[in-house]
């Protein structure tokens, strides 16, 4: 089957079978183009406990499909490509984190939502990049908490915080691959231009942003801002609805470090494909599978953090 034949199918399986898809801003186009919802981290968990959908399918990463399974255990979660993981939440090994928990007793656990469900097990609330100052200053200022995995959004919030948070040593792969130079580079080439860029970038990315904030907050700047010209250093999938939502305007994709690359993209997003998804809705596979007891654990956070959310107006 060709690109239109398989979107026409997913249509047909998706009204028959009473399934929602939900892809996150960094999947492929066309993936992003048939998706029911298209959000971030936050936004997916959200819509995911609100839907009464019988099966939803989860474009993006596992520990999303995982997310989503948590809050609706009672629910069939399908992933396209169950081999779709994640660099930072592979950063975070459950049982090593355990450990560095144990050897710091008397610490509130923070987890940023890219992690497994058994981290998210071990965790006192999770946060997304959306959310994590506005939770974490809910914390009394002399709170001893331990924040993982991604060092580089931790050491952001420390910054805007004030907090001396202790940082489990995680990040991404993509988020770590950015130039200083390439960057500085374009902003020879569009002098006008605001760089945007995402908390999971190092120090030295931050420190050149007009605007540091998550997918949704970068999306929503990119629109309320009345440059025409904007360098994105985060995953290039953003820059489809930043165009879709303003014509008028150009978006540079930052690009990494290697020489080869124009802009800078996650394999593990791009697994998902358009005839992975067909299979995954016509054949009810891969399935997102958590055992009770942890799904009962994991979901606390998760509840915490959406509540929290809810409360301060996120």
């Not at 019988?54 to 499909?65: L, N, R």
């Not at 014509?247 to 290697?258: G, L, N, Q």
Request: negative net charge; proline residues 4%.
């Amino acid at each position: 089957m060709n690109s239109s034949d398989f979107i026409e199918e997913i249509r047909r399986l998706k009204k028959e079978k009473n399934a929602v898809i939900m892809a996150h801003y960094y999947q492929a186009t066309e993936i992003q183009e048939i998706a029911d919802f298209v959000g971030d981290s936050l936004a997916l968990a959200q819509w995911a406990a609100k839907t009464d959908a019988d099966i939803i399918v989860i474009c993006g990463v596992h520990f999303m499909g995982e997310t989503a399974k948590i809050l609706s255990p009672n629910k069939k979660v399908l992933v396209p490509d169950a081999s779709a993981g994640c660099s930072l939440a592979d950063s975070c090994p459950a049982d090593e984190f355990e450990k560095f928990i144990k050897d710091h007793p008397g610490y509130k656990v923070i987890s940023y939502v890219n992690t497994t469900a058994a981290v998210k097990a071990l965790t006192d609330v999770v946060v997304t990049s959306t959310n994590a100052k506005q939770i974490v200053e809910t914390f009394d200022k002399d709170e001893k908490i331990i924040f993982g995995p991604d060092r580089n959004l931790g050491n952001y919030i420390n910054s805007v915080t004030g907090r001396n948070m202790l940082l489990w040593n995680g990040a991404c792969h993509v988020h770590e691959k950015f130039s200083v130079e390439k960057i500085k580079s374009l902003k020879k080439i569009y002098p006008n231009a605001k760089v945007l860029v995402h908390p999971e970038c190092k120090k030295n990315i931050v420190e050149l942003a007009d605007k540091v904030g998550s997918t949704a907050a970068l999306l929503k700047y990119a629109t309320n801002n009345d440059c025409k010209e904007f360098i994105v250093a985060t995953e290039s999938g953003i820059l489809f609805e930043m165009q879709k939502a303003n014509a008028d305007k150009v978006f540079i994709p930052a690009p990494p470090e290697d020489d080869t690359c124009a802009c800078n993209v996650c394999d593990f997003m791009r697994q998902n494909t358009l005839e992975k998804l067909y299979n995954c809705l016509k054949n009810e596979t891969p399935e997102i599978l958590i055992d009770e007891k942890l799904q009962k654990q994991a979901v606390k956070p998760i509840k915490k953090m959406l509540e929290i959310s809810e409360k301060l107006g996120l």
